[in-house]
């Protein structure tokens, strides 16, 4: 799970992001040599950066897509660490989310269940990775442990597997999650603002293919 193309050494880690020596280079599964900077899901730069470097926020903003646009569910983890301080999985499991989430502007559409959905990761996070979000993928040694880690977090269904399967993919190199990348366009082929537009005015015309599909059926 290394990706080459850069002199950065970074641990990919749900809790810190910190460097790391060449000694654990050799000896952590989820040391790699590249992050990107940013995941241009969102329209606030210090979110982008957030969930590109903390693992523990990329899953928080995948299990906050639903029913709201890709730019408010990824913008969510900035907010909720904002208001709470942390976005560790100990303190997330831990706390009560629920005020976080309804304070105004709230983080969500639907407050309350997303912070219980929250809180149910935070929890499976910690006890099944020990609080190392990044886990979830640095474990897998293949793409069937891959997609069966995924599938166990508390929310994610085969939409999700195979967009954060793609991300992981095409945005961060993960070798293993290759075979979850699905034919059709992801979140994993957003690489700039204008690739997230194109993406969503792409979504937008399959859904209204798709409804007037059914409807004719």
């Known amino acids: ?46 979110a982008n950066e957030l969930i590109a470097t903390d693992p523990m926020a990329l899953l928080v903003g995948f299990a906050l897509d639903q029913q709201v646009p890709v730019q408010k569910a990824f913008s969510g983890p900035l907010v909720l660490k904002e208001r709470l301080g942390t976005l560790d999985p100990e303190a997330l499991a831990t706390a009560d989310l629920e005020p976080s989430f309804r304070e105004r502007p709230a983080i ?23 609080g190392d979000a990044a886990r979830v993928w640095a474990d897998a040694g293949n793409s069937d442990e891959l997609r069966a880690n995924i599938e166990s977090l508390p929310g994610f269904g085969e939409m999700k597997v195979k967009a954060l399967g793609a991300v992981l993919a095409k945005r961060f190199g993960v070798d293993v999650a290759r075979g979850l990348v699905p034919p059709h366009p992801t979140l994993g082929d957003v690489d700039s603002p204008q690739a997230l537009a194109d993406y969503q005015a792409a ?15």
């Open 1 to 46: 799970m290394r990706i080459r193309g850069t002199r950065r050494l970074v641990c990919l880690s749900g809790r810190t992001g910190l460097r790391v020596t060449r000694a654990q280079r050799r000896t952590r599964k989820d040391t790699i040599e590249f992050l990107p900077d940013r995941l241009y899901f969102t329209d606030s730069d210090e």
């Open 108 to 130: 969500h559409r639907f407050p309350g269940s997303m912070a219980q959905r929250v809180h149910d990761l935070a929890v499976f996070v910690r006890d099944r990775f020990d």
């Open 203 to 217: 979504k937008r015309a399959h859904k209204a293919e798709w409804s007037k599909a059914r409807a004719a059926g």
